[in-house]
Nanobody
Framework: QVQLVESGGGLVQPGGSLRLSCAAS????????MGWYRQAPGNQRELVAD???????NYADSVKGRFTISRDNAKNTVYLQMNTLKPEDTAVYYC??????????????WGTGTLVTVSS
């Protein structure tokens, strides 16, 4: 059973910071690209940032310079450090594990989500 366990969401004022964590099983963590997606009410789920097993990162333009994704291989955990938060960052944030194999296709696993609310 693959599990992605998220933590760290909550209420924060504009300009504040939060750090999200996602713990995964070792077999997933070692070979999958780990990422964070978010979904605001009425919007589609969108990629926030991801990081490959080799450490290459990718960010949505809307969070570049404010958010940092990182991974701790010893703890099988991926983090999303969110700084200078804005009200438009309010959303449910989902941890994702993704692997693309040429003959098999794409495999995705999702966490249950953690709510981030940016409001004064």
């Amino acid at each position: 059973q693959v599990q992605l366990v998220e933590s760290g969401g909550g209420l924060v004022q504009p300009g504040g910071s939060l750090r999200l964590s996602c713990a995964a099983s070792r077999t997933i963590f070692e070979t999958y690209t780990m990422g964070w997606y978010r979904q605001a009410p009425g919007n589609q789920r969108e990629l926030v940032a991801d990081i490959t097993s080799g450490g290459m990162t990718n960010y949505a333009d809307s969070v570049k310079g404010r958010f940092t994704i990182s991974r701790d291989n010893a703890k099988n955990t991926v983090y999303l450090q969110m700084n200078t938060l804005k009200p438009e960052d309010t959303a449910v944030y989902y941890c994702n594990a993704r692997r693309v194999l040429i003959l098999i296709g794409t495999t995705n696993y999702w966490g249950t989500g953690t709510l981030v609310t940016v409001s004064s």
